[in-house]
Nanobody, 121 residues
Framework: VQLQASGGGLVQAGGSLSVSCAAS????????MGWYRQVPGKEREFVAR???????NYKDSAKGRFTISRDNAKNTVYLQMDSLKPEDTAVYYC????????????????WGQGTLVTVSR
């Protein structure tokens, strides 16, 4: 099982960007999926999370600007980021609680490889 993030890039302040993350491999079920971000020298921080049924929660500074969504048929989670600010610049990591196919039904937490989002002034 792996998570592959894509969609990062450079955008001007006030602009929009969307990142996505697809899970692949032998998957039985994907529960919560989410996005975190990290700036060099700082700890990774929570951005947004979404349940399998679509319930979501956000970091306070992301509320009203970011929207998390998912497509369960595609095993993919998305993060639409609007009204971006320079302080949103970071490497964005996807995260998911996945139960792989196998003889034992046991969930694990997985991380994607990260995608860089840069917001210029």
């Amino acid at each position: 099982v792996q998570l592959q993030a894509s969609g990062g890039g450079l955008v001007q302040a006030g602009g929009s960007l969307s990142v996505s993350c697809a899970a692949s491999g032998s998957i039985f079920v994907i529960n919560d999926m989410g996005w975190y971000r990290q700036v060099p020298g700082k700890e990774r921080e929570f951005v947004a999370r979404i349940t399998r049924d679509g319930g979501s929660n956000y970091k306070d500074s992301a509320k009203g600007r970011f929207t998390i969504s998912r497509d369960n048929a595609k095993n993919t989670v998305y993060l639409q980021m609007d009204s971006l600010k320079p302080e949103d610049t970071a490497v964005y990591y996807c995260n998911a609680d996945i139960v792989p196919l196998g003889p034992v039904v046991r969930g694990r937490n997985y991380w994607g490889q990260g995608t860089l989002v840069t917001v210029s002034r």
